[in-house]
């Protein structure tokens, strides 16, 4: 940030009194432009017969990559408003009954990406402007080598992982940047 986006004046980087950081400081008009991490909301869609809908990303990053659907979350708007709204974006399903299934710092991204198990109404679901490909996938098929996100390849493990159980428990963990590409 070079200029100050409510007064146009330059802004330095420092840290401002009080606090213990550099923020992005504007001496005209005395505003303190705080950066905060940002929240990746989505869902992990399951069909009536149990199967796991993922959505080929048609768009970057990660572009071609299998996804569950989520994207950043709006201003007013609550994470699992946010997790449904991207789930009709990327594939058209409304999902039902959302249960937190998994939240995920990823500290060197500035992210935080949280997932709701959701179950689909029925079997319907389209392609879309963001998804070049919507499909069902059984558990032994779901193409582990092509998932765009770390977060989404944890999510469905644990998912997974937990498939007997009553209540899925809720993943809390952490994702660092990784050495290969993609995370
Ligand atoms: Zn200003």
Same mark, same amino acid.
């Given at each position: ?81 946010? =997790?449904?709204? /991207?789930?009709?974006? !990327? ?6 009954? *959302?249960? #937190?299934? $998994?939240? +995920? ?48 390849? =944890?999510?469905? /493990?644990?998912?997974? !992982? ?6 899925? *428990?809720? #993943?809390? $963990?952490? +994702? ?8």
């Amino acid at each position: 940030m070079n200029f100050c986006s409510h007064c146009g004046n330059r802004v330095r980087f420092d840290t401002p009194e009080f606090d213990n950081r550099p923020r992005y400081l504007c001496d005209q008009c005395g505003t303190i432009h705080y950066q905060n991490p940002r929240v990746i909301t989505g869902t992990l869609p399951v069909a009536p017969d149990g199967r796991i809908l993922l959505c080929r990303r048609a768009i970057e990053p990660r572009h071609g990559y299998w996804t569950l659907p989520a994207g950043f979350m709006e201003n007013g708007e609550t994470t699992v408003e946010g =997790a449904l709204r /991207e789930t009709v974006e !990327e594939s058209r399903v409304t999902g039902l009954n *959302p249960q #937190l299934l $998994s939240m +995920v710092s990823l500290p060197d991204f500035d992210q935080v990406h949280v997932f709701y198990r959701v179950d689909m109404p029925d079997f319907s679901f389209e392609t879309t402007p963001e998804s070049s490909e919507v499909v069902l996938f059984d558990a032994h098929d779901i193409p582990w080598e092509d998932i765009a996100f770390l977060t989404v390849k =944890a999510t469905l /493990e644990h998912y997974l !992982e937990h498939l007997d159980a009553e209540q899925v *428990p809720v #993943l809390n $963990s952490v +994702v660092y940047r990784p050495k290969k590409p993609g995370y």
